[in-house]
Each structure stands twice: as structure tokens, then as C-alpha cells.
């Protein structure tokens, strides 16, 4: 059979892979077929992050929310690679990342900044912008797309230059915030995740691993899939070495209350309510799915004695669209002990 390779037939055929139509609808009002269509998965934070921009701008689009995880005698006894893995899906996001002019990533940091790890082409999210033909791979450019492409009373990206530099840096220091590092990592001395997440990410490299090599064997005559899926098991290694290390998730943890510590200088520049100013803009959306992520984690800890922060946390936490998208969104963000008084 032959692959696809045009913008429309690469888009129905990563459609043509997802498993369950109920995670497969328009949101909002749109009256014909919406602009926007939308590969997501619930707990991821990056995939937050376009969600809620796409809510604070009352943006209609296609949702499809992927099953990130691979699973074998769950629904069936067959072996069900996750979503984002799946060949459709990794060659749309291939066709897409070509305009990123990255390298596949291979290591792994503790980020997932493409900026300084390269680009991934088998994680979420991904944005579909049928006007322009376009495929967006990158969720702090996905988020720069949706806030441009659509104008409104609210423009998270402000026009003036020293504005909007201000916005971006910000959001600069959420995207290469190690979330990845605190969600995956086996601290040696403190490793306060709720028990569940840690006992899914015990194995959970190896899984992947294993779902990557199973989908290499399937596809060998494609070359390009190939080395995707070699990228993949490389940063997957990369990860499950950082996660079990000892020194270097000390050091995570370091990073992060030096990252805390900072924007709780920038939050005691001014008596404003968001961290650029009077104006709500996206680097408000993006450290307010950190710091929930960071709390729903166990380490709010890191802003206990920093009473700016906290209340800039709670602030954020009864935004809307975090309510909506992150917080008590559907599927699946399971309940943590640490976010049992915010919900």
C-alpha cells in the first residue's frame, strides 16, 4: 500500500489510526467544519497549554484526545501501540516538523523544550490549520499561531515589542522547566508523586521501548518511520537513565527552586495581579499549568515560605480555562492527594 504524502492525505490517514470515536468531536460552535483540529492527550502538560489558549479565546476545533500509552490484553489481547506512536500520526508530525529545521531528539535533559532538545515526533500535542495547510508540532508555537490567527478582546501575545518580550521570556523559562524530569523521576530522598505515578513509571520506559521496537519490526521498509522510532528509543533511554539517577534528580530539584525563586522576584516587581502586569497574557496560561503540575506532584513545598507565588498560584487556579482544561478535565488527569483542597 502506498504511503501518504500530500497535507490531506497525511491528515486523514493519523485520523484513520485513533481507536475510539467518542474522543473524536468539534469543540465549540462552529457552523461548518472548523479550522483547527487538535492531537492531545489529557495528562499531558503540553497539550494543557494549547487547550487552555484555545478556551481563553473561544476558539472552535477538532478534538482528538489520544491514548498515550501502549496497552496489550486492556481492550483486546492484541498488541495496541499508543496513539502518538502509531505510523499516521508519527508522519504527520514528521511533515510538520520540517519547518522546526531541528534534529530529531535523542537525549534527554529533563525538558521538553524542542528548542533544546530537539524535535520529538511521537508525543502530543499536534495542531492541524486547514486554511494555511499548515502542521504546527511545537505547543509554544502552536499557542503563538492560535493567539495570532485569532483576534479578540483578548490577545495573549501583546503587539508592543518591550510587551510582548516580556510575555515570551516568561513563557521561555516555562518550556524549559523540567517537568518531564519531577513526572518521571525517582527522587532518592524525596519523592513525594502520588503512588500511583510512581508505580506507572516504573516500567514505563521499557514499555515504550518495547511498543517502539514491535512498530520498527512492522514498518522496516520505511526509512524515514525507522529513524523516528530510533530517535524515540534513544531519548527514552536517555529519560529512564535520568530518572533513576540519584545525583542527577537532586539536581532537578535544585533547578527547580531556582526557577520558583525567580519568578518570585519577578512577581515582587509589581503589585499586579499576572506576572507581566495588569493584562492576563499566555505566560500566565503556561505558569499556571506548571505550577498545578508541580503541586499536583507533591512539591508545592518549593513555594512554602514565597506567599507571592502561592497566592499567584491560587489566582491562576481559579482561571477558567485552567478549571475547565487542566484541573477537572475529563480524561485522564487522576486525582493526586496533594490537590485535594483545590479541586
Known amino acids: 500500500?502506498?504511503?501518504?504524502?500530500?497535507?490531506?492525505?497525511?491528515?486523514?490517514?493519523?485520523?484513520?489510526?485513533?481507536?475510539?470515536?467518542?474522543?473524536?468531536?468539534?469543540?465549540?460552535?462552529?457552523?461548518?467544519?472548523?479550522?483547527?483540529?487538535?492531537?492531545?492527550?489529557?495528562?499531558?502538560?503540553?497539550?494543557?497549554?494549547?487547550?487552555?489558549?484555545?478556551?481563553?479565546?473561544?476558539?472552535?476545533?477538532?478534538?482528538?484526545?489520544?491514548v498515550i500509552v501502549a496497552s496489550k490484553g486492556l481492550f483486546s489481547e492484541d498488541f495496541r501501540p499508543a496513539e502518538n506512536y502509531r505510523p499516521g500520526y508519527v508522519r504527520l508530525r514528521i511533515y510538520g516538523g520540517e519547518s522546526l529545521g531541528k534534529g530529531y531528539a535523542t537525549k534527554h535533559t529533563g525538558s521538553s523544550s524542542v528548542d533544546t532538545e530537539g524535535f520529538d515526533p511521537c508525543v502530543v500535542p499536534m495542531l492541524v490549520d486547514h486554511r494555511e495547510g499548515k502542521v504546527i508540532v511545537d505547543s509554544k508555537r502552536i499557542c503563538a499561531v492560535l493567539d495570532k490567527a485569532v483576534k479578540g478582546p483578548l490577545q495573549l501575545v501583546p503587539e508592543d515589542p518591550q510587551s510582548r518580550a516580556a510575555v515570551e521570556a516568561q513563557v521561555?523559562?516555562?518550556?524549559?522547566?523540567?517537568?518531564?524530569?519531577?513526572?518521571?523521576?525517582?527522587?532518592?530522598?524525596?519523592?513525594?508523586?502520588?503512588?500511583?505515578?510512581?508505580?506507572?513509571m516504573s516500567d514505563v520506559h521499557d514499555v515504550k521501548c518495547t511498543a517502539l521496537q514491535e512498530l520498527i519490526d512492522r514498518n522496516s521498509d520505511d526509512t524515514a518511520l525507522v529513524a523516528a522510532y530510533n530517535s524515540k528509543i534513544s531519548k527514552e533511554q536517555a529519560g529512564q537513565a535520568l530518572a533513576f539517577d540519584p545525583e542527577r534528580q537532586r539536581a532537578v530539584r535544585k533547578t527547580m527552586q531556582g526557577i520558583i525563586d525567580e519568578l518570585d522576584v519577578q512577581l515582587g516587581e509589581n503589585a499586579d495581579p499576572w506576572v507581566c502586569g495588569h493584562d492576563f497574557t499566555l505566560a500566565d496560561i503556561v505558569w499556571a499549568i506548571s505550577l498545578y503540575r508541580i503541586h499536583w506532584l507533591g512539591l508545592a513545598l518549593l513555594w512554602t515560605d514565597k506567599p507571592r507565588v502561592a497566592d499567584y498560584a491560587q489566582r491562576l487556579y481559579q482561571r477558567p480555562s485552567i478549571v475547565d482544561q487542566v484541573i477537572n478535565y475529563p480524561s485522564p488527569m487522576p486525582p493526586s492527594p496533594h490537590t485535594a483542597d483545590i479541586r
Request: charged share 25%.
Open 1 to 66: 500500500m502506498s504511503k501518504p504524502h500530500d497535507f490531506p492525505s497525511l491528515v486523514a490517514a493519523a485520523r484513520a489510526e485513533l481507536d475510539d470515536p467518542p474522543r473524536n468531536f468539534v469543540v465549540g460552535d462552529a457552523p461548518d467544519t472548523p479550522r483547527f483540529e487538535v492531537f492531545h492527550a489529557g495528562l499531558s502538560i503540553c497539550s494543557q497549554k494549547v487547550r487552555a489558549v484555545l478556551a481563553e479565546k473561544n476558539i472552535s476545533y477538532t478534538s482528538h484526545e489520544m
Open 172 to 200: 521561555d523559562i516555562v518550556d524549559r522547566t523540567p517537568h518531564p524530569a519531577i513526572l518521571y523521576g525517582f527522587h532518592p530522598d524525596d519523592d513525594r508523586r502520588p503512588d500511583f505515578i510512581k508505580g506507572v
